[in-house]
């Protein structure tokens, strides 16, 4: 008999992993167009909020290492979204800036979150707490 310390109904990093995979596979269908991916959706995100912040930066407040970061920042300055530009005082910092085409993607996905956020079944009680709760975990 396996050990109950391996089952996976009694693993917490299950339901966790499973239910982002779930959650972040809801905004698929609404980046095909535009060619993007989920994790270049969050970049998007902190960008309109304050463009402009270097690679360091932006991998801080989404929780990823330069090795995960630069690829993707590649592709979306390959499609155009994004540019990089080092820093006149110091050539090691890079800044990533939104172009007029990466701007307008916050346009095109606009009722996005609304529509994700009606086909998850929690109350805005519950989703608070779960909110609350997963940000306790990330420390």
């Not at 050990?3 to 959650?23: G, H, I, M, T």
């Not at 995960?68 to 820093?87: I, N």
Request: aromatic fraction near 10%.
């Amino acid at each position: 008999m396996a050990d109950p310390r391996f089952k996976l109904e009694n693993q917490l990093c299950f339901p966790l992993y499973a239910a982002a995979r779930k959650v972040t596979g809801l905004y698929t269908p609404y980046f095909h167009d535009l060619g993007i991916t989920y994790t270049q959706y969050v970049v998007f995100m902190v960008l309109w909020e304050q463009d402009g912040l270097t690679i360091g930066e932006l991998g801080s407040k989404l929780r990823l290492d330069s090795g995960t970061l630069t690829p993707l920042l590649k592709k979306m300055e390959e499609k155009g979204y994004v540019t990089r530009k080092r820093s006149t005082e110091d050539e090691r910092i890079v800044r990533i800036y939104l172009t007029d085409n990466g701007r307008s993607v916050q346009d095109a996905l606009l009722d996005v979150p609304e529509k994700v956020s009606c086909c998850i079944d929690l109350t805005p009680e519950e989703a608070a707490t779960l909110y609350g709760l997963l940000y306790k975990i990330l420390g």
